[in-house]
């Protein structure tokens, strides 16, 4: 059997059958109940599910037994994730490995909007503080840290930031900006990728540049009003003219 295109949509919707998935989220902020494999070489979050029709045989990709054509590989666990800070913390509970060559922080793990009344209806970032898979913030000096040891040790090749959304007009940036300035100070040559709300001051996007951020994620999520206060209505109150600005 020769794999289609649909059939990474689909082991994405239906699950695999993997036993042992080093590189795995159970619970809260980012995809959950998930395994790190590369498909065919490319890195993907699926859901690991014992019902599923999809299974992993000798490196191949099985569908109901029949071989897709598709090769799939596990994510090593990375070597940093058994390091921790001169205090205690450890390296996994600051940044975690997405995919293969990825690093990912969310340098504030509380939100603002995080009440019942005003949360994203899709968004579980407490949830990750909750189970004490992580830490409420990360300083630069943190995640400058343990992103050194990832590059060093697991060859990560790019690193993502985000954040939960502060009080201040900034809505959470001027941190962010920070903590890219930290990494940067020693990975000069890392790309990074920064994720917040539109802050209510546009002069921090040119302090995330500055710092060393060369690709800012703002996310509307939608360009429908009516879906967005249904959806995340706390967020949904930032006019998409903040958005367009």
Partial sequence: MTAQPSTRVDVAIQGIRLL??????????????????????????IPLNPRSPYSVRGGRLLLDGADTGMGVEAVARPRFYDLQTADGTSYEKIARLHSSHVLATTVVQTCVRYEESERCRFCAIEESLAAGSTIAVKSPAQIAEV??????????????????????????AVHLARCVRAVREVLPDLPIQVQCEPPGDLSVIGDLYDAGARSIGIHVESLDDDARLRWMPGKGSVPLAEYRA
Avoid: Y
């Fill in 147 to 172: 992103a050194k040891a990832a590059a060093e040790l697991d060859g990560i090749t790019q690193m993502v930031m985000t954040t939960g959304t502060s009080n201040g007009r900034d809505r959470g």
């Fill in 20 to 45: 042992d998935a080093p590189v795995s989220r159970r619970s809260g902020a980012g995809p959950s109940d998930d395994g790190h494999v590369l498909l065919n070489g490319v890195g993907a979050a």
